[in-house]
């Protein structure tokens, strides 16, 4: 193997690491953040953890859902910003705005009508202890507070998601770092209650968040308008809602199967967590302390996807694609490399971090278990996300669909639901052999990444 095909050079990496690592410190930080909140709650009981847990386990299907949404458009907004096509970009914007605001209309009217219903598809005690319906009391309470921060998050998204197609990738770091810290501080007085303020638990942690929210939506919202003169998208956006109808529907049939594929793909690890759940609420403890850890150490692969996304989808608006294919196979190995140190790390912290929560020992025990199996499968989860980057960037929706959300519901979802429901084993083994069908999927990836079915320029001279 000839590895200079695949290690780039110095300003190579300063041009990855400009894009990528404002994204990793901003999605590291909010990871962080959300894991101090997660241990607070932890040290309160047993309980509120799960509770809590579980109403994340339902919003990360709306925030997949949102992400689907934006990730859609931003196939046809990398590639405008890329061709310096800026009425595209500035119709791509307002495509987000629409589309995105009547998602979190439904995702609010589904979280109040049915809330209760979907929390009680995790729990699961046959011993008769009270602990289901002091769970569910937990997340009720917590998800109505909730529901107030879906409309700044997901303006926050759209702003965030459309300057990072730019290339500005700071000034939504910059945000999150403050609204980050907001949520910090809020989280220890609201949970715990300091002084004569009273202490709030599941409660004051959802306040915390939702005023976390509405701090970075007023920041990132307000310094893009600021900047009007190096935005010129953001001149006169909000003049017209109207997006033209050829745009339109080619993002729509570009993009819904990502959208769609988002929205299964989160529903799908929502389907695998209930599936796990049938073991009892142990699990749910258990792996609710085991992705709080993961989650922080994931944003090294996460922000390289997003970073592949960016510079791979500019470089093919510009038309540049034998320059786009090499770039993407070093980025590909550089992202894959990384995750080798990291996933060493998530082995040491494996055996210390599930004792800082406040609960039983057997949890702390398969806590630790999960962890140790999330670091093995690291690289390969890193490989995965770099090639389903890779080949939306070059608007292949279609083949992502079938790669990504449609694969789970046809390999891991039936067969995580055969091993949680009959096969009798425990659930480490049955955790265990989930992960088999992602190796699988990493072969697949690397045929379709090597065949190049990616490359192609979709935004031509004149669209908008």
């Known amino acids: 193997m000839n590895l200079k095909r695949y290690i780039g050079d110095r300003k190579f990496y300063a041009m990855v690491l400009a894009i990528a690592v404002p994204i990793m410190v901003q999605n590291g930080i909010t990871n962080f953040v959300a894991m101090i909140d997660n241990i607070m709650i ?14 994340n386990q339902l919003l990360f299907v709306f925030n997949l859902s949102v992400f689907g949404m934006l990730s859609g458009a931003g196939i046809f907004g990398a590639q405008f910003f890329g061709s310096g096509n800026t009425e595209g970009f500035r119709n791509t914007f307002r495509f987000k705005l629409l589309s995105c605001f009547l998602l979190t209309l439904v995702g609010i009217l589904l979280f109040l009508t049915q809330g209760e219903r979907l929390i009680m598809l995790y729990l699961h005690d046959e011993s008769g202890s009270g602990m289901v319906e002091l769970t569910l009391n937990y997340g009720m309470r917590y998800l109505r507070i909730m529901l107030i921060g879906l409309v700044p998050y997901t303006l926050a998204q759209i702003y965030a998601s459309t300057l990072r197609e730019t290339g500005e990738t700071v000034a939504p770091m910059r945000a999150g770092i403050m609204a980050v810290a907001t949520n910090t501080v809020l989280d220890y007085v609201l949970i715990f209650g300091i002084g004569i303020i009273p202490g709030f638990g599941v409660e004051g942690a959802a306040a915390a968040t939702v005023v976390a929210r509405c701090v970075e939506c007023v920041l990132i919202v307000s310094w893009t308008h600021r900047r009007a003169e190096r935005f010129a998208f953001i001149r006169g ?9 050829s745009l339109a529907v080619k993002i ?7 959208m769609f594929n988002e929205f299964i793909w989160a529903l799908g690890m929502a389907m695998l967590a209930q599936c796990y759940s049938t073991y ?7 792996q609710n302390i085991s992705s709080t850890i993961s989650n922080v150490c994931n944003v090294i692969w996460i922000a390289m996807g997003n970073a592949i996304a960016i510079i791979i989808g500019q470089l093919l608006g510009a038309g540049k694609l034998e320059e786009a294919k090499d770039t993407d196979r070093k ?18 912290l494996a055996f210390v971090f599930p004792h800082i929560y406040n609960t039983e020992q057997s949890v702390r025990a398969l806590a630790t278990q999960f962890i140790l199996i999330s670091a093995v499968m690291m690289p390969a989860q890193a490989f995965l996300n770099a090639s389903y980057f890779t ?9 992502t669909f079938f790669f990504d959300g449609g694969f789970m519901w046809i390999c891991t979802i039936p067969l995580a639901f055969v091993l949680s ?16 069908p992602d ?7 690397y045929i379709l990444v090597k065949k190049g079915i990616w490359i192609e320029n979709l935004v031509g001279a004149g669209e908008s």
């Open 42 to 55: 932890g040290r309160v009981g047993t309980e509120q953890m799960s509770g809590v847990a579980v109403v």
């Open 237 to 245: 956006v909000y003049c017209s809602m109207k997006v033209p109808g």
């Open 252 to 258: 729509l049939v570009k993009g819904s199967p990502l």
């Open 280 to 286: 009892g609420l142990e699990v749910i403890a258990a």
């Open 331 to 348: 980025l590909i190995f550089f992202s894959v490399a990384s995750c080798f140190g990291i996933a060493v790390l998530l082995v040491g």
């Open 391 to 399: 080949i939306r960037s070059g608007g292949k929706t279609g083949i």
């Open 421 to 436: 429901r009959f096969s009798g084993f425990p659930i480490l083994v049955t955790y265990l052999l989930c992960q088999i």
């Open 439 to 445: 190796l699988i999927k990493c072969m697949i990836g």
